[in-house]
């Protein structure tokens, strides 16, 4: 991974974990595949400051490994590297391959100010909006085994409804269009990333 590429943070944020004992800190539990981290304050923070903040103007600002490194330490973001908990999309075909894309919101649909964009969120409180195709990709994709099998999918699907735009019929394209809203969605925690879990068809 290159120090000053974008990187990604991977994993289901499942919350506190309390041992109950009294005594032992809780840990905040974040899962990969199969497998359930327990995360200190310090690798927590770090995995969330790799989702990005929305700036006033919508956008998110690129969250880099030297950004991490300087605020929370070497040995923290070696860490995170390591467990599989952060990534880059640099090589868009290798990311997509060995990533999935999962819903962590409900859809709201589009309106009729706007029909060609749909809002995801929580009810009547949306928290990123999105182009129609890549809306289904965002409903649909956890399905498939990884992200560039949804994306060839839902061309292909988009090509047998009759559609003929590019952005809905071309998995590069679908795959690009994806990679340029991930930030937001990541960000708005409407959606998180998972490894590709070896064996599904």
């Known amino acids: 991974m290159e120090s000053g590429t974008r990187v990604l943070p991977v994993g289901h944020d499942l919350g506190a974990f309390h041992v109950g004992d009294g005594v032992t800190a809780p840990v905040q539990q974040v899962r990969v595949g199969a497998e359930v981290f327990d995360l200190d304050p310090a690798r927590f923070a770090a995995w969330t400051a790799a989702h990005g903040t929305p700036a006033e103007d919508g956008s998110v600002p ?17 860490d995170l590297v390591r467990d599989r908990l952060l990534t880059t999309a640099e090589s868009a075909r290798e990311f997509a391959e060995g990533h999935r894309l999962l819903p962590l919101a409900l859809g709201l649909g589009n309106s009729a100010e706007y029909p060609w964009m749909f809002s995801v969120g929580l009810l009547y409180q949306p928290m990123a909006v999105m182009t129609g195709a890549m809306y289904d990709l965002w409903q649909w994709a956890n399905l498939s085994p990884d992200l560039w099998s949804a994306c060839e999918e839902a061309a292909e699907s988009a090509r047998r409804a ?4 590019p952005e809905q019929t071309d998995p590069e394209r679908m795959l690009a269009g994806a990679i340029s809203v991930l930030p937001h969605l990541l960000a708005g925690r409407v959606t998180c990333l998972d490894v590709r879990i070896e064996g599904l068809p």
């Open 62 to 78: 690129s969250v880099t490994e030297d950004d991490l490194r300087a605020e929370h330490g070497a040995e923290v973001v070696a």
């Open 162 to 165: 009759g559609a003929t735009e």
